[in-house]
């Protein structure tokens, strides 16, 4: 899977931790990402302690930088979770995977997964409507644009835009990405979606996890590659997605032409500068994504020229088949393995799975299967569940509603009119 990176994989990498469910415990580190059809292309994965998070991801990343010739490249872009943050600006204290990231490799670019940032600021602020825009924000590919929504933003809450931009805004605002990689995603979907997959191999122990990821990626190298014949252009089906809606889009953008290769395009409030020779566009979304953006749609058309290819090669059958042609050859099972001449590691750790207190039928009643706990509550000498007492009150509060006296309301104590739910 790394020569597949290395030679035909846009350079972002998103990095993540999810922990084993099994007997033993432990973490799994994983190096996620992104193939032609924007899916997700595992590059690296690793079983480690739950301690020492610094060293461990220190040693991860040293890892990475030594296989896929990484070296100091400063076109690169790392993606990591927010949750490995402890306060709400970057630039104040990045324990374990961030820390580790500035040290290894410090001249990369560095983006926060939007959806963990989400996830801490709706804390305080929440509605659908803030949660809208705040994608709005996330998506903006130029800084006018990110300020005109923040401007929107803040008429849904007082200071809702001060507690945002306490995140450093160059880590997960589309405005402040570099174009090198061709990649805009400002979240960490990748790794989400390989620790989704791998979620069965999970409960199991160490090795038999790891040979059940082993055979699922060989697998899924094949699939890849038999789901590129089906393919009816040369481009990815998502990127042919994205295209079209960009030539929709296109239809409502009003255009004036220099005469050489400059043209002035007016979208909505906002006015644009495409430069077909140097394949600019002063939005920034042709470059971020590498596929001709409305702008860049409508000029290429005025030039009756094609432009679909104008789509950049990461995004051709010819790159998504270079990197899916080298395989995992296949491997015997654990029976046939030869024994190893090195010394015995003992048993990992293992911790006891609490599974609540024991059945013990003598001193309940009814159905319930289990002693008396914080659930359950004591109703005379029978033991009833908190649902059962639930029930219980609705029937009296019914039966109450039906009296003559109905029930006391509030409208009732401040000498109100009843509603009409209470009459």
């Known amino acids: 899977m790394k020569h597949g990176f290395m030679e035909d994989c846009r350079r ?110 709706a804390i305080k602020w929440r509605g659908i409507e803030r949660r809208k825009r705040f994608w709005s924000v996330v998506r903006s590919t130029f800084e006018s644009e990110m300020k005109r929504k923040l401007d929107d933003l803040d008429k849904l809450g007082h200071n809702i835009c001060e507690n945002l931009v306490k995140y450093n805004k160059e880590r997960w605002c589309e405005a402040f990405f570099q174009t090198f990689s061709k990649c805009d995603s400002g979240d960490n979907n990748m790794c989400e979606s390989f620790n989704a997959w791998i979620l069965g191999p999970r409960h199991k122990t160490i090795i038999s996890m790891l040979e059940e990821i082993r055979v699922k990626v060989m697998i899924r190298v094949a699939k890849m590659r038999e789901f590129a014949e089906t393919w009816q252009d040369g481009v990815s089906p998502m990127a042919m997605i994205v295209f079209n809606t960009n030539v929709k889009r296109s239809m409502r953008v009003e255009f004036m032409f220099n005469g050489d290769t400059g043209f002035e395009l007016k979208d909505g409030p906002c006015k644009f500068i495409v430069d077909l020779r140097t394949g600019y ?120 509603r039906s009296q003559p006296g109905g029930i006391q309301t509030r409208s009732k104590v401040m000498g109100k009119s009843p509603s009409k739910k209470t009459t």
């Open 12 to 121: 972002c990498i998103g990095l993540d931790g999810c922990f084993l469910k099994g007997v033993c415990k432990g973490q799994l580190l994983a190096a996620v990402a992104k193939d032609v059809n924007n899916e997700m292309f595992p590059i690296a994965w690793v079983v480690v302690g739950t301690g020492k998070k610094k060293q461990t991801w220190n040693w991860f990343l040293r890892l990475l930088q030594t296989d896929l010739n990484l070296g100091d490249d400063r076109e690169l872009t790392m993606i990591s979770d927010m949750q490995k943050f402890k306060y709400y600006c970057f630039s104040v204290f990045m324990p374990g995977l961030c820390s580790a990231v500035e040290e290894i490799l410090p001249e990369c670019e560095h983006r926060m997964c939007a959806r963990h940032i989400l996830a801490n600021w």
């Open 281 to 400: 566009c002063s939005c920034k979304s042709w470059e971020l994504k590498g596929i001709p953006c409305p702008h860049a749609v409508t000029t290429i058309y005025f030039k009756r020229l094609d432009p679909s290819e104008h789509i950049v090669h990461w995004y051709r059958k010819e790159t998504y088949m270079k990197a899916y042609s080298h395989f995992i050859q296949p491997v015997p099972n654990m029976i046939m393995w030869p024994e190893s001449s090195n010394p015995k590691h003992g048993l990992p750790t293992t911790k006891k799975v609490y599974t609540g207190p024991l059945i013990d039928s003598t001193h309940v009643t009814g159905d319930i299967g289990y002693k008396p706990s914080k659930d359950l509550k004591w109703k005379g000498k029978e033991v009833v569940t908190q649902r059962q007492l639930q029930v219980q009150a609705a029937m009296a509060r019914i039966k109450t």
